[in-house]
C-alpha cells in the first residue's frame, strides 16, 4: 500500500473538584506545564511532532503527520501517555496528599456533553468529493463501529459508537453540531492543488490499539482503491444514518443490518467483507497482511458470536463486559454503577483505568510496546514532515510555526518557511 499522511485530534477531559470549585481550569494548567516541560518544541508543538492546544475549553492533542496505520497507532497512544503526564504533574504541583485530577480519553460526559474524536487522511484532490466519497466509503464508515466502536451510555441506553450515535446526516459543513459521516472543512494543510484533507468526526475515542489500527488501516486501503478507481460494486445504502442509528443500539449482532437500494437487507459484515476482498489485492508487507488477516479475524469472531475471544480487539464489546462485571461486583448497588464503570474505563490513569486493568489481566490483546509508546513520545516519524518541522526548531530560532508554515530568526531577518508536501522529510536548501 501506499504511504498516507494520517492523523488524529483528539480533546481529552481533565477534571478536578478542588481546581474546578476555585475557578482553575485544570486543562490550562496541563497545557501550561507542557508547554513549559522538555517535550515542547516551539508554539503549541511537541518534540514528536504532535500540536497540543486549548480547544472549546478542552486539552487537545493532535499526532504529528505519519505515514502508515502504524505510526499512527503508536503517536496516539503516546499522546495519551503526554496528556497523562501533564495531568500528574498538575496533580502534584497543585494538589494536596489524596487529592486527584480525573483525565478520561472519551466522547461523552454523563450530561450529554460531547467530546471531539477526529480522523484526517491526505487524498488526492482529484477524487471527486464529496460525490464519490458518499458513494465509495461511506458504506465502511457506517458500519465499520462494529469493530471500531468504543461504546457508551448515552440517554440510558448502550451505544456501539458514542460519535455515530451524534452523527445526524450524510454531509455537513459543522464539526460541533448536526454532524455528518462526512465533513465538507478542507484544510489541507499543505500544497491544495494536489491535497485534500478528508475529516472525520464519526469515529470513537478509542483506547483498545487493536480497534485504532483496523480503523486507520481499513480507511487508508479504501482510499487507495477509490484513487485507483478499484471500487466498483460498492453497496449502495438506502439510507444509512438511518440504519447506523438502528444498529447503533444494539449488541447482538443477529440484530443488525442495513437496507440497500431496492430493498435487499446487508449485515455490516457483509458490507465489511465486500471491502475487505477488494483490499487483498493491495496488500504487500508483513504489517499490512498481518492487519488484513486481523480484519478478517475479528469479523469471523463477530459473526460466530466468540464473544470473549472478540472482546480482546473490539473496544465496545471489551467495555460492555467490564460495565457487567464491575455492576456484578458492586455490594451497595449504586444506581450510577454503570455510568461511573463506563467512564472509568478511558481513565489515562494505568493504576485507575479499567482499560489498563483489563490489559494487566490478559483479557485484551496489544499490538505495540512500551518501547514502542515511549520513543514516540519524545521523538517524530523520520518519513514525514514532523521530523523536518523538528530540525529547523533545533536549528533556528522560531518565531512562529504551524503545520506548513515556520517562521524562523535568521540573520536579524525573518524568514518564511514554507513546508507544502506532507511527506517531504529533507531540509535541503529551504
Sequence with gaps: ????????????????????????????????????????????????GSRAYLDVGHMELSTCETSNPYDLLKYEKAGEKIVDWARKTVEEKYLGEGQRIWAYKNNTSPDGTSYGSHENYLVKREVDFPK???????????????????????????????????????????????????????????????????????GDALMNENGILLRHFTTTAI????????????????????????????????????????????????????????????????????????????????????????????????????IKEYSDKDALKDPDVEMTACKRYSELSEGRSLYHERVRAGLIDRIITDKDIAKAITAPPQDTRAALRARIADDFEVESMDWSRVTIKDKGYSREIVLNDPLENERGEL
Design 1 to 48: 500500500m501506499r504511504r498516507r499522511v494520517q492523523g488524529t485530534e483528539h480533546e481529552y477531559t481533565l477534571f478536578s473538584s478542588k481546581l474546578h470549585d476555585r475557578g482553575i481550569d485544570p486543562h490550562v494548567l496541563a497545557l501550561a506545564s507542557l508547554h513549559q516541560s522538555n517535550l515542547h518544541s516551539a508554539g503549541e508543538f511537541l518534540v514528536n
Design 132 to 202: 464519490r466519497f458518499q458513494d465509495e466509503i461511506v458504506p465502511h464508515l457506517v458500519s465499520r463501529m462494529i469493530f471500531s466502536g468504543a461504546g457508551d451510555i448515552l440517554e440510558g441506553k448502550y451505544v456501539l459508537s458514542p460519535s455515530a450515535y451524534l452523527t445526524s446526516m450524510v454531509i455537513s459543513g459543522n464539526t460541533m453540531h448536526g454532524t455528518g459521516v462526512l465533513n465538507t472543512r478542507d484544510e489541507p494543510h499543505g500544497d491544495g492543488s494536489r491535497f485534500r484533507r478528508l475529516h472525520l468526526l464519526i
Design 223 to 322: 482510499l487507495q482503491l477509490m484513487e485507483d478507481n478499484l471500487l466498483k460494486g460498492v453497496p449502495v445504502l438506502e439510507d444509512p444514518v438511518r440504519d447506523m442509528w438502528k444498529n447503533i443500539e444494539q449488541t447482538n449482532p443477529d440484530k443488525w443490518s442495513f437496507e440497500l437500494k431496492g430493498g435487499k437487507k446487508i449485515t455490516p459484515m457483509g458490507i465489511q467483507r465486500f471491502y475487505l476482498e477488494k483490499v487483498e489485492c493491495i496488500v504487500k508487507d508483513d504489517g499490512e497482511k498481518k492487519a488484513l488477516k486481523m480484519w478478517d479475524n475479528v469479523l469471523g469472531l463477530i459473526e460466530n458470536r466468540k464473544t470473549k475471544d472478540a472482546a480482546r480487539k473490539v473496544e465496545w464489546l471489551d467495555r460492555y463486559l467490564a
